[in-house]
């Protein structure tokens, strides 16, 4: 039976927070009590909310076999085996699979089927020694007949081991063991020779598999996965899952070559365990994207097409994944839509975009005007003037998108167009009509800075890259952003991606192991942020890099504009200067009743209370202190703990005393230190 007092408590925590984790496991156990016909909802809805969590889909799974409903169970291992890169669930799944298959006629096809997808799934895993072993001993089962197939058997034996001990796991040096002896007993002739050739990579994965382990020790691989908060906890486990990747990134095994496929899946994999936990920071699905975007190209540089070709199916797939995620993301959209276009697929690209508006109907409408703006962008650069000026039509006949993408459909016209300055100017005033933006502020400030900087885009590009040739690679970085904000307005896609390229060669400690700034950068546009606060956290971008506008008038940090010359030499020139926020100090009210003197805490004024007065620490006194011997004294001296508040003394002066405490310590002599 259900406690429905306990229940109904469990709701109402989750009504206030879906990600109450708490609450949440306080509801699971509540329907563990009951049939799996009643239980199913609240798993479903745990489900729901943390569809990553294997834990919670192995103990669903086994609440289905205890009612031997098998073909339930199939249908929870196919959601979850997608959802979850967990060891411990695909044991369950492998063993679900040797009691519902064996002993049919299928039996070896299937389980030799499900055992490569299990160790194509998560055979890199650290702890995936055992399914390795169960395979290995699966495939040294296969009954033969003829020369030809033992010969094959021992092939896909000797493949499997190898595969099994050329990276770090749990166990590994048993694993090598056992594939040596395997190799003798099949031959050997040839054993030491195929030992020797192999050794080396078995040496370096041994090498590495305690640093492994401890870098896997700093994780928290069952932490449910929420939306970012910032709390201390979650910020640590971010650090560590980017120190594992950075790891795994650096080429621990140092593969070579041919080899370098290995790392790809390597890190790969990592990201994957990473998603797991993290898969509400948009910051890894665009990182995982991009690795896997320049592993493709990488690949088809070295003449590997065939692993160019699933690297690429992998992007798909991973923003794919991304925006089912989160489907609210307007980052990880325009990301997805860029990837196409980049790629060459045009139609591709324009159906993400259709898709993103359909999923931001309700969201806010800061969002839906960047898709928007973005989408004009991309027409402009694939379909010309016309094509974007379609999607122009779209969004400013949605009564929900700002003013932000008249601002961007005008500056657009400026090279899209013969008369570019006329039809810009027209697109201003389209803004104007009807009084929709004449009382907006920024829309009146973005038109009259137009009109104040009509200029040539090409002979401004020139002047970019003239600058760029003089200017030293130390000072010239902000120069390169203002190149990257003037290519993502009127430049080509491709041309936008050269400068974010030159910009993480350049300057490697900023850019190298963050893309998705260079996202931020580019889909950005004026105040309209493609991501949360709390994701822009997450990549480590400063505030002032958020918004074209300074911090609010007021606001913690504000911006003081300073003419140097005022206070010095030098042509005049505008600088900011931050300065407190006045608004966190408070007011001093001084109270008549307030008695003089020095405040001293309880702790102070038990030390000073055994002290002699004041008066005998001068030659008048008749003696003086030796102060060596009195702090001495003081070190050895086993001072008790203060009083637990006040004394009587201190109730009546509110803690303030107009002697000094020395002068008016109470007590004999003899409770006193003495000095001689």
């Known amino acids: 039976m259900m406690r429905h007092g306990g229940i109904k408590d469990f709701e109402a925590a989750i009504a206030a927070d879906e990600y109450d984790s708490a609450a949440w496991h306080g509801l699971w156990s509540e329907a563990q009590r009951l049939s799996i016909a009643d239980s199913r909802d609240y798993y479903e809805r745990f489900l729901r909310v943390y569809p990553s969590a294997s834990k919670y889909w192995r103990l669903y799974v086994q609440h289905e076999l205890k009612n031997k409903n098998f073909a339930q169970v199939q249908a929870l291992l196919n959601r979850s085996l997608v959802a979850c890169a967990s060891v411990p669930l ?24 499900a055992y490569k997808f299990a160790v194509d799934q998560i055979g890199l895993d650290y702890y995936s020694t055992d399914i390795w072993r169960e395979y290995i001993d699966f495939t040294k089962e296969t009954p033969t007949t003829t020369f030809h197939e033992e010969n094959q058997k021992i092939l896909d034996v000797r493949k499997a081991y190898q595969s099994a001990v050329r990276a770090p796991k749990q166990g590994v040096d048993s694993l090598w063991r056992e594939y040596t002896d395997f190799e003798n007993s099949a031959n050997a002739n040839i054993a030491k020779k195929i ?7 078995y040496n370096k994965a041994r090498q590495i598999t305690r640093t492994h382990e401890q870098k896997l020790k700093a994780l928290n691989e069952g932490m449910l996965a929420r939306p970012p908060r910032g709390d201390r906890v979650e910020k640590e486990q971010f650090s ?22 290995h790392l790809v899946k390597r890190v790969h994999y990592a990201y994957r365990q990473c998603l797991v936990v993290l898969r509400h920071h948009e910051r890894i699905w665009i990182d995982v994207a991009t690795y896997l975007t320049q592993a493709a190209v990488d690949a088809q540089k070295r003449g590997d097409s065939n692993a160019a070709i699933t690297l690429e199916t992998d992007v798909i797939e991973t923003y794919k994944d991304a925006c ?4 609210q993301s307007t980052m990880l959209a325009l990301a997805y839509a860029d990837h196409y276009e980049a790629s060459g697929k045009n139609p591709e690209a324009q159906a993400v975009y259709e898709q993103a508006l359909k999923r931001l109907d309700g969201a806010a409408s800061s969002d839906l005007t960047l898709v928007y703006i973005q989408y004009m962008r991309s027409m402009r650069r694939t379909g010309g003037a016309k094509a974007m000026r379609e999607v122009f039509k779209m969004a400013r006949n949605d009564k929900r998108c700002t003013h932000q ?13 013969k008369q570019g300055e006329k039809v810009c100017n027209n697109v201003f005033q389209l803004g104007l009509a009807n009084g929709r933006f004449s009382s907006e502020p920024a829309y009146a400030l973005a038109f009259l800075d137009h009109l104040s900087h009509l200029t040539d885009q090409e002979n401004t590009r020139h002047v970019f890259q003239r600058l760029l040739e003089d200017l030293p690679t130390e000072h010239a970085e902000e120069v390169w952003r203002l190149f990257h904000s003037f290519e993502c307005t009127y430049g080509t896609l491709q041309a936008v991606i050269d400068v974010e390229r030159k910009l993480t060669e350049l300057y490697p400690e900023k850019h190298d192991k963050q893309p998705s700034k260079h996202l931020v950068g580019r889909f950005k546009f004026m105040d309209l942020m493609p991501c949360t606060p709390e994701a822009l956290d997450t990549m480590g971008i400063e505030r002032e890099q958020r918004s074209g506008p300074g911090p609010a008038k007021g606001g913690a940090g504000a911006a003081m504009e300073v003419d140097p010359a005022e206070g010095g030499g030098g042509a005049p020139e505008k600088k900011r200067l931050y300065g407190p926020d006045l608004r966190m100090y408070g007011p001093f009210k001084p109270h008549r009743e307030s008695p003089p003197g020095i405040v001293y805490r309880p702790m102070v004024l038990d030390l000073l209370r055994q002290l002699p007065p004041p008066a005998q620490f001068f030659a008048e006194a008749g003696f003086k202190v030796n102060v060596g011997a009195l ?7 086993d001072i008790p703990e203060p009083s637990a508040g006040f004394g009587i003394d201190d109730v009546a002066t509110g803690g303030r005393s107009s002697k000094h405490p020395l002068e008016s310590a109470p007590g004999p002599p003899s409770q006193r230190v003495k000095l001689e």
């Open 90 to 113: 695909y044991h369950d799944y492998l063993k679900f699979m040797v009691e519902q298959k064996k002993g049919t006629p299928t039996y070896r096809a299937e389980m030799g089927e």
């Open 195 to 201: 030992i020797g050739e192999f050794s080396k990579t």
């Open 240 to 261: 560590r899952w980017l120190d594992y990747i950075d790891w795994e990134k650096s080429n621990p095994m140092g593969y070579e070559g041919s080899e370098l496929g």
């Open 324 to 327: 089912k995620c989160l489907p």
């Open 405 to 417: 993408v008249f601002v961007a459909a005008a500056l657009m016209e400026l090279s899209s167009a």
């Open 631 to 637: 702090l001495r004294e003081i070190a050895q001296r």
